[in-house]
Each structure stands twice: as C-alpha cells, then as structure tokens.
C-alpha cells in the first residue's frame, strides 16, 4: 500500500460528496411521502392526457397494473407513420 500511496484504498470522494449534497436537497424537499406524492402526481399528468386524448394515444396496460416508471402507449391504432413521426421529433427534442 505504501508503494502505491494508498491509493487501492482512495475511495470515490468527489462521488461521495456530491451525493450527500444530493441527498440533504432531497430531504429538504420533503420526506418520502412527498417524493411519493410527487411521482404519483406526475405520472397521472401522463396518463391523464392520453385518456383525454379522444383515442389518439392509447396504453395497453389494464390501470390497476399501471407503472409510475414506464408509460407505454401506441399511437392512433398502431399508426406506423404517425409513430415514425414522434420518435422521429422526440429525437431531435432530446427525448431519446
């Protein structure tokens, strides 16, 4: 360890501190319940408009069994050229 200027043992203290500069933010923010509250809330603004969509955007998935993490949806009946189409905008918006 000598030879090496204890180095095999340095951890990753930049890495470190900015996660607990991280992590007093997000507990200043509000506790757990907030941040759950938060996620909720967000993820219903999205399913929000594409049930308010008039069948333009459909999700597959039966709501009971919905994630707050991935939202998927198709795109009026699988419309392969309108779905080209927003990945194709979603790209060039940094989406993907």
């Not at 998935?61 to 707050?68: H, T």
């Not at 009026?76 to 905008?89: A, G, I, V």
Request: glycine share 6%.
């Amino acid at each position: 360890m000598a030879e090496n200027k204890s180095l095999y043992n340095t951890g990753p203290t930049y890495a470190i501190y900015l996660t607990g500069l991280f992590v007093e933010w997000l507990k200043a923010q509000g506790d757990m319940n907030y941040w759950n509250e938060m996620s909720i809330k967000k993820s219903n603004m999205i399913y929000d408009v594409i049930e308010n969509s008039n069948g333009f955007y459909k999700n597959p998935i039966d709501k009971k069994y919905r994630s707050r993490m991935n939202v998927p949806f198709t795109i009026k009946n699988d419309n392969k050229e309108l779905t080209q189409k927003f990945f194709n905008e979603a790209k060039e918006n940094g989406l993907i």
